[in-house]
């Protein structure tokens, strides 16, 4: 799977009252490292394609479930209902990196699934973000197969050779 050039970090919403600030929903685990003044994000479509706009952190603050932040050269309203609903990306090479047993969603994604005895489920559709946790979409033989990623479940990814070994409950693949 091809790396992408950006890792989403943010869903911009609205501006937030009149000197500037923009409303952005977290899409990290690490908004505090994330959203830094001097911090150059880039402007991504809604299917993650760049913009070719970049914009530059002035200041940021957490507000309720999201962050608020003040951006370089802009100082009205306006030039934020242009950003309204994209995302913002972190250069790929500017992320910390992973310690072991982390993944990036991009990177479960395409991942073939099997069973320890080596059934074939599907693949990774979709990474879902659950209140209780991570749930990866499977997608096989017409089926789709919701899966906890939970190391109880996941016992094994191989980013190298393309696949995810599962040790599904009773039951979980029949539905």
Not at 5 to 17: C, M, S
Not at 150 to 170: H, K, L, Q, Y
Request: charged share 30%.
């Amino acid at each position: 799977m091809e790396r992408p050039a950006h890792l989403v970090v943010g869903l911009v919403k609205k501006p937030h009252g009149l000197q500037g600030e923009v409303l952005v929903y977290p899409a990290t685990d690490e908004p505090e490292t994330v959203f830094v003044p001097g911090r150059v994000l880039a402007v991504l479509e809604r299917d993650g394609r760049a913009t070719g706009r970049e914009i530059v952190i002035e200041r940021a603050r957490a507000y309720q479930r999201a962050w608020l932040l003040r951006l370089e050269g802009v100082g009205t309203r306006e030039p934020i209902d242009a950003l309204r609903e994209k995302y913002l990306g972190l250069k790929t090479e500017e992320a910390r990196p992973l310690e072991p047993g982390e993944f990036y969603h991009h990177e479960l994604v395409g991942l073939r699934v099997e069973t320890e005895d080596g059934r074939a489920v599907g693949a990774v559709a979709e990474v879902i973000e659950a209140p209780q946790g991570l749930i990866l979409s499977v997608t096989g033989e017409g089926k789709q197969h919701l899966v906890p990623f939970v190391s109880r479940v996941v016992r094994r990814v191989d980013r190298e050779a393309g696949v995810m070994v599962i040790a599904p409950p009773e039951g979980l693949l029949e539905v």
